[in-house]
């Protein structure tokens, strides 16, 4: 039996942070960039990494994978209504990590330094910022992070 949109609606509502207004949205997207870009702290380097740089090791399948997890952060872009040019060039910063990350060696480097997922972010926050500024989240990280 199929269920019906207002059920899904009202399952989602009963669950924190699964639901469809901004302020949910932002939280899962800042908590799917923190799982791809900063999960863990290289020692001795204390450079942040996350699952796009580990798993990104494993030819072909892992930079699918991590593709795969940063086209929903783009999906859920879309779902806050960003425009086309926005969504288009966060489309691009996935590309460009997803091409030059399948090349091996270079393109786990490359993984280590470039942060499509949290240059996504970033444009999505400027979006939440202008458009749902109740949505907004005092950031104590330092800059850089």
Do not use: C
């Amino acid at each position: 039996m199929p269920l019906t949109q207002e059920q899904i609606d009202r399952l989602a509502g009963a669950i924190p942070d699964m639901g469809r207004d901004p302020a949910s949205i932002r939280r899962r997207i800042e908590a799917m960039e923190a799982l791809l870009e900063r999960m863990f702290t290289v020692p001795g380097l204390n450079r942040q990494i996350g699952l796009d740089s580990i798993v990104g090791l494993i030819p072909v399948v892992g930079d699918l994978i991590t593709a795969a997890m940063g086209a929903w952060i783009v999906w859920e872009a879309r779902n806050l209504g960003m425009s086309k040019f926005q969504l288009t060039r966060m489309a691009a910063n996935i590309g460009i990590d997803s091409l030059v990350g399948a090349v091996p060696v270079v393109g786990d480097l490359f993984d280590f330094v470039y942060r499509s997922n949290s240059k996504n972010l970033k444009i999505i926050k400027r979006h939440l910022d202008k458009h749902h500024p109740a949505t907004a989240i005092i950031d104590h990280r330092p800059a850089g992070q």
